[in-house]
């Protein structure tokens, strides 16, 4: 028997199963940011303005594409998003226009600007959506003691308990003052021809002869000493970080790089 803790009740449980992202294509059409602001907390774990400007750009950008792509579930990467950076931003990216990661319609370029451009496979144009840098100056004069608690606490690491809680609190207040703030005083579109790649492909799953660990055949060593292996076992992989994509070495096996 299914077991479910009662945070949704039956009718709304057959609604999801059919749409998953039912609340949150219903707040889309209705531009309310403010739910789509708080539905995104639930996979960022807070409030702050960096994934408000990811929600608020989300709702600009694909207000103005197709109706249709609104429903996108991910399944067919119709809907594309090419995020250009890896904060807070990216995560209101990928809560209200449902590109993930994992459902390949997430693209991440290594570029460090709080932008992204929404492309829809088939479709010669897309639009990209840049912050624009006054956006500071409304959280400054909305709530002024959040960029020197953020200085504190979290650029210096210094903040008591006391100021954590602070901020926090300052965090969410920006947050929801940037849901008020036109689009247009926020972000700056153009329309642009987007660089996507092909669909994701569909690869096999083969088994690293070192570690004996399940991995995609497109990410093991094709030659070499190390043919077959995965890149962990070769010593040789990439990560998303905090600075971006960082190219790491873990030298277990001596042997011809692959």
Same mark, same amino acid.
């Given at each position: ?53 990811? /929600? ?9 594409? %197709?109706?249709? #792509?609104? &429903?996108?579930?991910?399944? !067919? +990467? ?50 990209? /959506? ?9 959280? %400054?004069?909305? #709530?002024? &003691?959040?960029?020197?608690? !953020? +200085? ?107």
């Amino acid at each position: 028997m299914a077991f479910c803790s009662g945070i949704f009740n039956d009718q709304d449980i057959e609604i999801l199963k059919d749409k998953p992202r039912t609340n949150f294509t219903s707040a889309i059409k209705k531009m309310d940011a403010t739910s789509c602001l708080i539905k995104t907390a639930e996979i960022h774990g807070h409030f702050c303005p960096g994934s408000a400007l990811g /929600v608020m750009a989300s709702l600009y950008g694909l207000s103005l594409l %197709e109706n249709e #792509v609104i &429903e996108s579930d991910g399944i !067919m +990467e119709n809907l594309l998003a090419i995020v250009e950076v890896n904060a807070c931003f990216a995560d209101g990216i990928q809560a209200v226009s449902g590109c993930t990661l994992g459902n390949n319609s997430l693209i991440y370029r290594d570029l460090g600007k709080h932008a992204v451009t929404f492309a829809i496979r088939g479709k010669e144009k897309g639009v990209r /959506v840049k912050v624009l840098p006054e956006f500071k100056e409304y959280i %400054e004069d909305s #709530v002024p &003691e959040f960029y020197p608690l !953020m +200085e504190k606490v979290i650029v210096k690491r210094q903040g008591s308990s006391e100021d954590e809680k602070k901020f926090k609190e300052t965090a969410r207040e920006a947050a929801f003052s940037m849901t008020k703030i036109p689009f247009d005083k926020l972000f700056s579109v153009e329309t642009t021809v987007p660089d996507i790649p092909d669909y994701a492909p569909i690869t096999d799953s083969v088994i690293c002869p070192e570690c004996g660990e399940v991995v995609m055949a497109s990410k093991v060593c094709k030659s070499g000493l190390k043919k077959g292996m995965c890149f962990m076992c070769s010593g040789h992989y990439s990560e998303v970080e905090g600075k971006g994509i960082v190219e790491k070495s873990s030298v277990i096996i001596k042997g011809n790089d692959c």
